[in-house]
C-alpha cells in the first residue's frame, strides 16, 4: 500500500515527504527521550507515572513514523534509522535541543510543542499519501490526551503562585525563538503541491499562533514578537545537549549495532 | 492533595468495580492520572473518579454485626433450612404412605 501510494508521488515530493517523515519521527523520538528522564523524579508518584507514559507515546509514534519512511523508500529498518545515524544527521527542530531544564521548562516545551505538532497533523490527516494520513487520525486520538494534559498544567503553573509563574515565564521567553522552528525547515512546495501536505508550513504555523493567542492572552504569558531563527532550525549544527542526549540513546545500540535484542 | 477513589468498567455491560484509588490536586488532574493507571492499556470502557471525602463511610458493628442470630435474613440460611425441613416432612410422608 506504501509503495503504491509513493509511486503516485513525483521525486521530488518522494524526497519532500522522506525528509518530512524523518523530521516529525525524530521530533517525536527527541521530545520522548527528554521527556522520559522525570521518571522517578516528577513533582509527585501520580505525574511521574503520567509524564513518562506521555514520553512513551511519543516513542511510539516516533516507530510509526521511521517505520513508514523505511517502507516508502523500500530500504533499512527503523531501528537503525533511530539509532544508527550520527548526532548531525537528526532531523528534529531546534526546540528539542535544549535539555529537560526545570519542571516548568518541560511543561512549557511539551505544551509549544505538542500544539504545534497538533496543528501540523491538522494539515497531514487527509494526505494524499494515505498511509500516512491513517498514521495521523490514530496520532490525534492520542495526542487529544497529550493536549488535555499540558494545557491542564500550563493553567496551574501559571496561575500557581509567584515561583511556577515566573520559572514558566523565563522557560517560554528562552523557548519561543526555537519553537517557531517546529512547523520550519522542511521542503514543503512540492508536499503542497501533490496533496500531501494540505497548506503550506507558514499557514500552518499562522494557524499555530491564531489558536495560541487567546490561551497566552487570558493566562497573561509572553507570545512572540521574535521571529524565528533565520537558518538551522533542524540541524546539522546541535547543542552540547543534544550529543549528550545522543550519546544516551544510542549507547546500547552502539554497544553492538545490529544485534537482535 | 487529595485522595479519588477510582472505579471501572472493563467491557459494555460490566459492572463498575473498585480499581485502586490515587493522590491529585484537583478533580481534573484525577481524571488524567485515573486514565493513566487503570486505563492506558485498554484495560477499561469507563471510570468513575470520586473524592474520597464524597464517600460516606459506615463501620458501625451496632449496624453492621448485631448480636443476635440472624441467619434466617439469609437468603442462604433460608434456602439450607427450608431443605432440611422439606427434607423431613417428605421422609415423614412417605413413612404415612408405607404405613398406608
Known amino acids: 500500500m506504501t509503495t503504491q501510494a509513493a509511486e503516485r508521488l513525483d521525486r521530488r515530493a518522494r524526497e519532500a515527504l522522506a525528509d518530512l517523515l524523518l523530521a516529525m519521527a525524530d521530533d517525536e523520538f527527541v521530545l520522548g527521550f527528554w521527556d522520559s528522564e522525570w521518571t522517578g523524579i516528577a513533582p509527585v508518584l501520580e505525574e511521574d507515572v503520567a509524564f513518562a507514559s506521555l514520553a512513551q507515546d511519543e516513542i511510539g509514534h516516533a516507530q510509526a513514523l521511521y517505520r513508514l519512511l523505511v517502507d516508502l523508500e523500500g530500504r533499512g529498518d527503523p531501528d537503525e534509522v533511530a539509532f544508527g545515524r550520527r548526532p548531525e544527521e537528526y532531523r528534529h527542530a531546534r526546540l528539542l535541543d535544549h535539555p529537560r531544564t526545570d519542571w516548568a521548562f518541560s511543561v512549557a516545551r511539551r505544551f509549544l510543542y505538542d500544539t504545534a505538532d497538533a496543528a501540523r497533523l491538522d494539515a497531514l490527516v487527509a494526505s494524499a499519501f494515505e498511509p500516512l494520513a491513517g498514521l495521523v487520525a490514530k496520532m490525534r486520538r492520542e495526542e487529544t490526551y497529550h493536549l488535555l494534559h499540558m494545557h491542564a498544567w500550563m493553567e496551574r503553573l501559571a496561575n500557581g503562585g509567584d515561583e511556577p509563574r515566573s520559572r514558566l515565564v523565563h522557560a517560554l521567553e528562552r523557548l519561543w525563538p526555537d519553537a517557531r522552528c517546529v512547523l520550519a525547515g522542511v521542503d514543503d512546495a512540492p508536499l503542497v503541491a501533490a496533496g500531501v501536505l494540505a497548506e503550506p508550513l507558514a499557514a500552518v504555523e499562522q494557524r499555530w499562533l491564531d489558536g495560541l493567542a487567546p490561551v497566552f492572552e487570558r493566562l497573561a504569558l509572553p507570545f512572540p514578537t521574535v521571529a524565528p531563527p533565520a537558518g538551522g532550525c533542524r540541524g546539522p549544527r546541535r547543542s552540547d545537549d543534544f550529543l549528550w542526549l545522543w550519546g544516551q540513546f544510542t549507547m546500547v545500540y552502539r554497544s553492538d549495532p545490529g544485534a537482535t535484542w | ?100
Open chain 2, 1 to 100: 492533595m487529595q485522595v479519588f477513589e477510582v472505579f471501572r468498567r472493563e467491557r459494555e455491560g460490566g459492572p463498575m468495580q473498585h480499581a485502586g484509588n490515587l493522590l491529585a490536586p484537583d478533580p481534573e488532574l484525577a481524571a488524567h492520572y485515573a486514565r493513566e493507571f487503570y486505563g492506558r492499556r485498554q484495560e477499561s470502557v469507563r471510570l468513575w473518579i470520586v473524592p474520597r471525602a464524597a464517600i460516606r463511610d459506615l463501620d458501625d458493628p451496632d449496624l453492621l454485626q448485631p448480636p443476635f442470630d440472624r441467619s434466617f435474613k439469609k437468603p442462604a440460611g433460608y434456602s439450607t433450612e427450608i431443605k432440611r425441613k422439606l427434607a423431613e416432612a417428605r421422609e415423614r410422608a412417605g413413612e404415612e404412605v408405607e404405613q398406608g
